[in-house]
């Protein structure tokens, strides 16, 4: 995940620190606050293919698909900038039954010397409101913890006390909520908070500051004759104190077997998917990414993959509708 780096503030002691190191300390300080400011304040992790894997962001997706799925994301963001965020995830959605479903969410998310890496494990139950729609809630509950690697900074004193020691909230317990109301014509939308509970480092935080987000997805599926359908999806994040960050997107599903798609997040990127069903099990997509904040005069390329292993077909009482390529 991403964290709030606008609030992040060095708590240096000016009567015995040099003015050198005082500049050290902003020129830091201020790499933070330029990735925050060209990502829209991006805090938590920043996925495009969201809709291929909706449980990155919500657990009420656990055990809604036909089949029990594995799924694993790299994605790699700014490629050529020192530091810049690299994210691995790894998710199982289960099913349990017809209207239950068990799922993990594995990740480790780097930016500089940020690291964050959590586990949690989701439980999703789904019914039937009328003939038409369905509603999908789930709880998420895990454990996660968040480290400031400072000694891993390359310093021109590498003797620095200031940047000597690391810091670390420690393994946290989190947990976090998902609704789904969905229709069979392929009409979705969600709410989620997968994070609910603030990271903070305890008497050491200083001016620090978390932030936890609120995820509005809605989307739904137009068919274009029998060997094309289109899916429209949009995403709101939303927190406090920080800009609305958005994403739009079109992809097209081409005989069940090849997706094409376009995306832009506002005031970030544009983006070019390309997925492929390569087998009845196994599923291969990747995304690139153009951005076009300011970052773009120092990186102009940021690239996902996912790998979806699906198990296990079952007839489900509540399909996703959220999930276009099997």
């Known amino acids: 995940m991403f964290y709030n780096y606008k609030f992040i503030k060095l708590r ?49 997706h656990a055990g809604s698909t036909e089949s029990s799925e594995v799924v694993f994301i790299n994605r790699q963001q700014w490629i050529g900038i020192e530091g810049a965020p690299k994210t691995v995830a790894a998710t199982a959605n289960i099913k349990w039954g017809e209207k239950k479903g068990l799922g993990v969410v594995t990740m480790v998310d780097q930016a500089g010397p940020v690291k964050t890496t959590s586990f949690g494990a989701d439980f999703a139950y789904h019914v039937s409101l009328n003939e038409k729609w369905k509603m999908s809630g789930g709880i998420r509950g895990g454990f996660s913890n968040l480290s400031l690697n400072w000694s891993s900074i390359r310093l021109v004193n590498p003797n620095d006390a200031l940047f000597s020691q690391d810091m670390s909230t420690g393994l946290k317990f989190n947990t976090g909520w998902g609704l789904r109301f969905s229709k069979g014509d392929g009409l979705f939308v969600s709410f989620s908070q997968p994070r609910v509970f603030k990271y903070d480092f305890g008497n050491a935080s200083g001016a620090y500051k978390d932030v936890d987000y609120f995820y509005t997805m809605m989307g739904t599926k137009v068919k274009l ?42 005031k970030d990127s544009y983006g070019l998917r390309l997925g492929m069903q390569a087998s009845k099990k196994i599923y291969l997509g990747y995304v690139y990414e153009l951005p076009i904040s300011n970052i773009s005069k120092i990186s102009t390329q940021t690239h996902e993959i996912a790998l979806r292993f699906s198990f296990f077909k079952k007839e489900v009482v509540a399909p996703a509708d959220d999930a276009p390529a099997k």
């Open 225 to 266: 004759g029998n060997n094309i359908n289109l899916y429209p999806s949009t995403l709101f994040r939303i927190a406090a104190d920080v800009p609305l960050s958005w994403d739009i997107n079109l992809n097209a599903q081409i005989k069940e077997k090849m997706d094409v798609g376009l995306s832009y997040r506002h």
């Open 12 to 60: 240096v002691d000016q009567k015995r620190l040099s003015l050198g190191r005082l500049a050290l300390a902003y020129l830091l300080l201020g790499w933070m606050l330029i990735v925050s400011y060209t990502s829209q304040a991006q805090i938590e992790s920043m996925y495009n293919l969201y809709r291929f894997n909706p449980q990155i962001i919500t657990p009420s």
